[in-house]
Structure formats: C-alpha cells, structure tokens
C-alpha cells in the first residue's frame, strides 16, 4: 500500500508540473483562496511523503513490513468517506 | 394555454436555465455545456448520486415542450419539482451543517469519477423534510488534473463561515447571510473571531490565512502568479477530507440555551391540555389531508409531527427560536418525519431579495399551502410584537384555505407574563374580536376550548 501511495504521490506532482489545467469557471474563485490552496496542497503532500518513509523507517527497524497496511488501512477510509 | 416563466435566480451560469412550464420544472443545456454534460453522464456520477437521493432527479424531454425558450438549447431536462424552496438563511445551524456535509460528499464522490462542481452555492442545496438534496444537476464539469477546487472560497463564505459564527461566538448567521445574499467573507468573519479560534488549524488556515492572502494578494502579479499554481489531486481530496471531518464536530456554541427550548418541560398548560391540542391538529389533519402544511410558532415541531402522523404529507414549521428550530431539526432527522423548521421573524419575514429583487422569493410568494397552524402564536404577534389583530389573522389565512388557530386569552398565565412589565394597551384583544376577525375571511368549522384558562383553538375554511 505504501508503494500505491508513493505513486499517487508522485503521479500528482507530475501531473501538476507537466499539466496546464485551464478551465472554465463562471465563478471567480478568488486570489486569496487559490493561494490558500496551494499552500495546503504543499503541506498535504509534505505530510504524505513524511508518513510514507516514517512507515519505511518503522518497517525497517521492526522488521515488519506489515506495518504499512495500516496506512493502507487510513488510506481505504479516506476513499469510503468520500 | 401552457405558462412559461424563467426562474428569476438562474442566470450566474449561461451553461444553462431553469424554466417552470406549468407546475413543471424544465431546464435548458446550452451547447457549451454539452461536452461536460456528456462526459459528467457518462461517469455514472449521476445515477448514483441520483440513487442514493442526493441529487434531484432529472429526465430529457423534448426541446418543443418548452416551445421558444428551448431555442439554442441542446438539450432540455425535467425535474421533479422541490415542494417547498428555502434559504440558507432561514436554515437552522443543523440544516446548514448537513447541506455543507452533503456538498462536500458530492464532491468527494465527484472527483473519483473525474469531475468537479462549477462552484459552492448553498442555494443549490435543498430539503425536502430534513433531508438534504443538490439540485442543479448543471453545476458538474470534467475535472482536470491540478485544477483549483473553484467552488472553495464561495464553500468557506456560504457554509464554513456561517458555521463558525454560530460556533465560536454563539451569534447566528441568519441576519447577516440576509443581508449578504453571498454569505460571510473570510474578511469579515476574521475580524469577529475570538482569539482563541486562531489555535483551530483550520479556522487559521481557512479563514485568518485565506482573509490575508484575499487582502495582500490583489495586484496584477499576484493574479498571474495564482493562476500558474496548481492543486494536485491528492492535495484536492485531503482538503475535503479534512473539511469534512472539521464541519462533522462543529457545533453550535454551548452557552446559548435559549427560552424556547425549554419551551416544551416549562409551559403553562399541563400534559392533558397539550394531548387535546394533539387530538385536534390530528383531527383536522386526517380530515383535510394537506400536501403542504405550514406551522407557524412552531416551536420544536410538536403539533407538525402529529399533523404528519395523522395525513399531512409534508409540515414546514416557522418559528424564531434558534434552540426550539435546532431541536426541531433533530427531531425531524431522528424521527424521519417530512418536516422542516425555518427561522421566522413574523414581523419580518423573508423580503423579496438580490439581483433585481428577484432572485430569492419573499416568505408571502412562498407560503401558498393546503392548510396552516398558528397555535400559542396570535398571542406573541398581537401583544408581544404590537401587530394588529385583524392584519396578524388575515396573514395566516392567506396562507392556505383552511386551518386551525388558537385563541389564547388574557387571563392566560402566558399572556400575563407578556403584559407583566408594560402597560395593557389591548383593549379589542378578546375572544368577540378574534371571532370576528376570523369570519370576516372564513367559515368556523369547530372549535373546543383547549385549556383551563380559556384557551380556544378554531378550525376554519375559507374556501
């Protein structure tokens, strides 16, 4: 599961390097916001990568590499609430 | 002769407009919006919100069934009519906080299938009992990859900051979203906040951060540097995640009890008098079988659910309470009941509202239903509120052609303690006067005396 997430990650920042997304908008969504989000996104994404290795680095000195299904686990939830 | 008019609230996005032919609902697709249309369709995004009942259902029909408004139209779609539209800023804080639940669900499920919502409006949330349910079925377009979530400040100032008024300084939003059709501005509510929100991560980031770069980031540089960002997808999804779970524990804030709430354990006439009411609204209620009943005062719903046990198929209650609608709310969830409390001011209800006083209906273009309740209310608006008697009478008969309205005299514990501090200025205020305010609109079908200390509801019938 941990691979699957390090490639989501991965696909996501690739798709937002090589990609330009314009769209139509009938609604301004307002500058303060669109910094705001890109702010978050950096911090999500952050966060993301830091749990991925924090999970290696457990897996490594456990010996038990078991213990990423429970990211797996966080990550399956996420995708049901939503 | 068929009847076409255009909802005068659909006109933000030319994607397309809502019509009412009849008592039908029909909406027009334009042909820019077809590609989204069928790739959005195609996702089967739709069906299954459609499915699990949060979006209205839609069909295509013929473009001649809207004759020349469908011209230009690619397509026309049917909708099933919401039987009563209201406001986000008639909405207790329980209502707001499920339709916020209910936008973010959608586009939750909506990015999975590669698509996202136009924008955030709370007016394209509505209920139909205390059930939330999206109902512009054009408000969803193709998501590409590292596109901004579009609708987040519109969400923040229709949903999350409203919630955090109410939340974090116990003041309601209903005035203020009345008085700002777009809701309350990340600015605006920044400066109101406590200090202490600030140690809320999200009420940091979201609303004190967001009023900061909106403030700083206006020049022509920053626009253009805005626009070259990008909001990976996961990035996306953790936003409306966390969201999600921030709005599920906000809760109104806990030092704002209010009179009315306790309303039910502390009133002035006993259980048996309260079971008669009961018996009497049941009565009428399986006689005349109303679609849409209105209960005006309707404190926490009492008099509605019996109504609705006993043949109405719909109650929509009004009161001004904000504890008594929250309960109200919560009981309707609980109990599954098609009811739905509304913030009413009768002194000041709804006015006519937005781009050219059209766009948001007033309470009186709302109100015409099957039957209407006004019990332990004529009291409150007639003497509390100084409304003249005859005006108060003939704004609830106008709501529908029969009802029940109680009498409450001035012996009464209750209209005592209104005349308590004041002087009793209500010489006409008597049973004689009620009576005939009342038949100079409508016929008595019956009516019982309801309490000890002369209480009297009457069950009348204009038609």
Redesign the interface.
Known sequence: MARVLAV??FL??L???V?????????D??????????????I??AM?VLRLYWYRLKAFFSGKPTESDGQGAKDAE??K?? | MTDVSVEAGSF????GRIYYVDSRVLRTVMPMAVA?FDYVRSSGLIEALHSDGKLVGESLVDNTELGACANGAAYVLEHPRIPFISYPYEWPFSALKSAALLHL?IQ??A??KGVTL??ASAYNVQFVGSRPIFIDSLAF?RY???????????F?EQFVNPLLLRAYTGVAHNAWFRGRLEGIS?EDLSRVLPWRSRLSWNVL??VM???????S??SND??RR??D?????????????GL?KWITKLEPKADTRTVWQDYAGDNSYADAEAEQKRAFVAEFSSTVKPALLFDVGCNTGDYSLAALENGAAMAIGFDFDQGALELGFQRAVSSRANFLPLLLDAANPSPDLGWRQAERLGLQRRTQGDAVIGLALIHHLAIAKNLPLQGVIDWLIDMAPQGVLEFVPKQDPMVQRLLQLREDLFVDYNEQTFVDCLQARARIVKSIVASASGRILYWFDRA
């Open positions: 989501r990650v996501s920042l798709g937002c390097t990609m330009a997304a314009p769209s139509y908008a009938y609604l969504p307002g500058t303060g916001s669109i910094i705001l989000q890109s702010i978050l996104a950096g999500a994404v993301g996420i995708q609430d939503s | 933000r996005d030319p994607r989204d669900d939750q499920s990015l999975q136009t924008d377009r590409n990859d590292g596109e901004f979530w579009v609708g987040h400040r519109q923040c990340a980031t979201h951060m967001q009023a900061r770069l909106q403030g980031a206006s920053a626009v805005a626009k960002r990008k909001l990976p997808k996961i990035g996306f999804e953790q936003m409306l995640h999600r």
